[in-house]
């Protein structure tokens, strides 16, 4: 028996009552992935399948219109590109856009970095390829109460992507019979989702402060014409206030 | 409906999935391998709740280029119990679910 799952795992020298012990314990963390990344499936999927529709209806090809899903994986950004493809912009400028939008990543990335101390460069970047604004809101909760693990954060990471392709894949292929995008208030659950994780990182009302202002000046910088620029503007303006108050709090003591 | 050369669109794509990856990874790469300064570590503390704020409140009272603060705007109108169910219950679940029931009811009822 033992040379018979050894063989089946190539090889790898795990003893079998452990081994056996860690895939269970594994497939407990993979299932508890998949289930937080629900919330982030029912919002991709239909947002997903808003972007196959237009890619189609622009004129990219089936298989770039997935492919686009698979290796940039950013949702605003593909929306921007295929619209800027449909008016003929040059490649490099559509590029040096998906730079700019999705620049906001570094500061999410950077948040993160402390608890991937222990990962590896590779899984780092494996985890890195698939941040979105939707997975960085959940794994900040999740790291800050330590649950780090490598096969939890990647089932969840891999079952949003997935839905993100999925809903892609079927607006793709349905672009020709489509009408409204909006049914039963699917569209609203990813931003439910960020009241819920917002007013979860509202621990003290130093944090309170701090959404308020960033999310003012978010508004603020966008009406005043930043484009794409506001988000990041906001968040440094916004965590860079609230270090300040917390060191000037900190000197008065 | 355009003809887009597919090897162009291939390019781009590549291009676009660099200038994607390359700020995703580089931030985790260059910090988690020191340990950070007491300041810095305290500011990205804070870009959490700041990213979370900038992302969100221009979804509920932006549209149209405008800040709307009226009840035609669905979303924001469904933000309220939203956050009410949020910061009374915690449940995470229970507050996107309640979001979404209240947008569809809205959209039923032709707000």
């Given at each position: 028996m033992t040379q018979v799952v050894e063989q089946e795992m190539e090889g790898r020298p795990v003893p079998v009552p452990e081994g056996a012990q860690e895939a269970e314990a594994r497939s407990v963390a993979v299932w508890r992935g998949v289930q937080q990344a629900l919330p982030i499936v029912m919002g991709y999927l239909p947002v997903g399948f808003a972007y196959g529709v237009l890619a189609r209806k622009v004129g990219l090809s089936e298989w770039n219109s997935v492919l686009m899903s698979v290796l940039v994986?950013?949702?605003?950004?593909?929306?921007?590109?295929?619209?800027?493809?449909?008016?003929?912009?040059?490649?490099?400028?559509?590029?040096?856009?998906?730079?700019?939008?999705?620049?906001?990543?570094?500061?999410?990335?950077?948040?993160?970095?402390?608890?991937?101390?222990?990962?590896?460069?590779?899984?780092?970047?494996?985890?890195?390829?698939?941040?979105?604004?939707?997975?960085?809101?959940?794994?900040?909760?999740?790291?800050?109460?330590?649950?780090?693990?490598?096969?939890?954060?990647?089932?969840?990471?891999?079952?949003?992507q997935l839905a993100w392709v999925v809903g892609s894949t079927l607006g793709i292929f349905s672009s020709n019979l489509i009408g409204d995008i909006k049914p039963l208030g699917l569209d609203y659950a990813l931003p439910a989702m960020f009241i819920a994780l917002l007013v979860g990182q509202a621990r003290t009302n130093l944090h309170v402060v701090v959404a308020l202002a960033s999310g003012l000046l978010s508004v603020g910088f966008l009406l005043a014409g930043a484009g794409q620029w506001n988000v990041i503007l906001a968040t440094l303006c916004g965590a860079t206030f609230g270090t300040l108050l917390a060191c000037r709090a900190e000197r008065k003591r | 409906m355009i003809r887009l050369s597919e090897s162009l669109v291939l390019m781009v794509i590549v291009g676009m999935a660099l200038v994607t990856f390359i700020p995703r990874v580089m931030p985790i790469w260059a910090l988690s391998s020191r340990e950070l300064p007491p300041v810095v570590a305290r500011w990205l503390g804070f870009v959490p709740t700041a990213i979370l704020s900038a992302l969100l409140a221009p979804a509920l009272l932006v549209q149209d280029g405008a800040i709307a603060l009226n009840v035609s705007n669905l979303s924001l109108l469904a933000a309220v119990p939203t956050f009410v169910v949020a910061w009374r219950t915690k449940s995470f679940f229970g507050t996107v679910a309640v979001g979404m029931v209240c947008v569809a009811a809205g959209r039923y009822l032709g707000l």
């Open positions: 994986y950013a949702g605003s950004a593909q929306f921007i590109a295929v619209s800027l493809l449909a008016a003929s912009a040059s490649p490099l400028s559509i590029v040096l856009t998906t730079f700019i939008v999705n620049l906001r990543h570094m500061l999410m990335a950077a948040a993160l970095a402390p608890s991937l101390r222990c990962w590896s460069r590779v899984r780092q970047a494996l985890f890195a390829f698939e941040l979105t604004d939707e997975s960085f809101a959940l794994h900040v909760r999740r790291f800050s109460e330590g649950r780090t693990g490598a096969a939890e954060t990647y089932a969840l990471n891999v079952t949003a | -």
